[in-house]
C-alpha cells in the first residue's frame, strides 16, 4: 500500500514537472525527462542518505518515498527511448549530449543528495 501512494504520488509529480519544464523550454530536447533524471537523482540520494541512520524514518516511509515515489518519478526508460529517436533523426550531438549529460550530472546530483542527506 504504501509503495502504491508513493508511486501514485511519484507518477504526479513526473507528469506535472515534465508537462511545466516541457511548456517553458520546449520540446526539441528532452528537458524535461533530463531534469526529472537530475532531480530524481539527487533526491533519492539524499533522502537514503538522510534515512541511513536515523531510527525515527520508519521503514513503510522509506518504502514509500524510495521505491514507490522515486522510482515512479524518474524515467529511465523514457531517457533511454529518447536517446534512441535522437539518433534515428540523425541527431547525434543532441543524443551525445543528452545521454552524457543526463549520467554525468546524474552522478553528481546523487552525491550531492548524499552528501546534503549525510549532513543534515
Known amino acids: 500500500m504504501w ?3 508513493g ?10 514537472l515534465g508537462g511545466w519544464v516541457a511548456a ?3 520540446a526539441a530536447f528532452p528537458y524535461g525527462t533530463f531534469v526529472i533524471n537530475v532531480t530524481g537523482s539527487f533526491i533519492l540520494g539524499f533522502f537514503l542518505a538522510f ?9 513503510a516511509a522509506r518504502l514509500m518515498f524510495a521505491v514507490g515515489f522515486v522510482g515512479a518519478y524518474t ?17 547525434m550531438l543532441l543524443a551525445a549530449v543528452y545521454m552524457l549529460g543526463s549520467v554525468v550530472t546524474g552522478a553528481a546530483a546523487t552525491i550531492a543528495g548524499i552528501a546534503l542527506g549525510s549532513w543534515i
Open 75 to 91: 524515467t529511465f526508460s523514457t531517457f533511454e527511448y529518447e536517446t534512441i529517436r535522437l539518433v534515428q533523426e540523425r541527431e
Open 51 to 59: 534515512g541511513q541512520d536515523r531510527a525515527w524514518v520508519a521503514p
Open 7 to 16: 508511486g501514485f504520488l511519484g507518477a504526479n509529480a513526473r507528469y506535472l
Open 3 to 5: 509503495v502504491g501512494l
Open 24 to 26: 517553458h523550454y520546449g
